[in-house]
C-alpha cells in the first residue's frame, strides 16, 4: 500500500523568494518518488525524480527535492520563485514503475 | 525519449453519447497502461489498469460496464466512456511504463471530456 499526502493545497510566495511545497509519502516497499507539474488545462510534466542513489535530486526548471527516509518525506524546493512557476504541483509514490499514487496536489501561485 | 499520445485532446458531446479515448506509446511497447481521472481542482485517480491481451483491472467504485478498456496491442489501450452524462465530464490521463529500470511512467497529455 502507498500513500502521499501534500501538505497546503495553495502556497503563495513572492516573487524570488524560496519556494517549499511539502510531502510526506509512506510505502510499504522501497518508494519512487515524484513530482509533477500541471498548468492549466495540460497535462503532467515531470519535474524530478528519486528511485534510488543520491538522495538530493534536481530537476528541470531550478527545483531540486530530498528524500529524507527516516521523516518519510519528499519536499520540493526551489531557491527563487519565478513567475512562470505558477503552477498545480503533484507528489507522486510508486513501488517501483506500476501505479502511481498522487498527492492531492499544491497550487503554487507567485506574487509579484 | 518515450512518449505517450493520447488522443483526442479535447472533445465536447452530448449526453447518451460515447466517446473513445486512445492512448499509444510511440516507441516503445507497453503491456501494461494506466488510466487516470482528473475532476476539477482535485488530485488525479487511478481508474483502471490496462493489461495487454487481457481484461483490465479497475479500481474499487469504478464502473467496469461506464468505462470500458481494450488493450488489444502493445502500443494502444483505448478508454470508452459508455453512454457519457455530465458528471463523466472530467481529464482523463493515460501513463504507461516503458519496462526500461530507472525510466519513470510516461504520461499522455490528457483528454479534456466535457458532456453537455
Known amino acids: 500500500a502507498q500513500s502521499v499526502t501534500q501538505l497546503g493545497s495553495h502556497v503563495s510566495v513572492s516573487e524570488g523568494a524560496l519556494v517549499l511545497l511539502r510531502c510526506n509519502y509512506s510505502?510499504?516497499?522501497?518508494?519512487?518518488l515524484f513530482w509533477y507539474v500541471q498548468y492549466p488545462n495540460q497535462g503532467l510534466q515531470l519535474l524530478l525524480k528519486?528511485?534510488?542513489?543520491?538522495?538530493l535530486v534536481k530537476g528541470i526548471n531550478g527545483f531540486e527535492a530530498e528524500f529524507k527516509k527516516s521523516e518519510t518525506s519528499f519536499h520540493l524546493t526551489k531557491p527563487s520563485a519565478h513567475m512562470s512557476d505558477a503552477a498545480e504541483y503533484f507528489c507522486a509514490v510508486s513501488g517501483g514503475y506500476q501505479k502511481v499514487t498522487f498527492g492531492t496536489g499544491t497550487k503554487l501561485q507567485v506574487i509579484p | 525519449g518515450a512518449v505517450v499520445s493520447q488522443h483526442p485532446s479535447w472533445v465536447i458531446c452530448k449526453s447518451g453519447t460515447s466517446v473513445k479515448i486512445e492512448c499509444r506509446s510511440l516507441d516503445f511497447q507497453a503491456t501494461t497502461m494506466f488510466w487516470y481521472r482528473q475532476f476539477p481542482k482535485q488530485s488525479l485517480m487511478l481508474m483502471a489498469t490496462s493489461n495487454e491481451g487481457s481484461k483490465a483491472t479497475y479500481e474499487q467504485g469504478v464502473e467496469k460496464d461506464k468505462f470500458l478498456i481494450n488493450h488489444a496491442s502493445l502500443t494502444l489501450s483505448t478508454l470508452t466512456v459508455t453512454s457519457a452524462h455530465p458528471e463523466d465530464s472530467s481529464f482523463y490521463i493515460c501513463?504507461?511504463?516503458?519496462?526500461?529500470?530507472?525510466?519513470?511512467?510516461?504520461f499522455g497529455d490528457g483528454t479534456r471530456l466535457s458532456i453537455l
Open positions: 528519486y528511485t534510488t542513489g543520491a538522495t
Open positions: 510505502s510499504s516497499v522501497p518508494p519512487y
Open positions: 501513463s504507461a511504463p516503458t519496462g526500461v529500470s530507472n525510466q519513470p511512467q510516461h
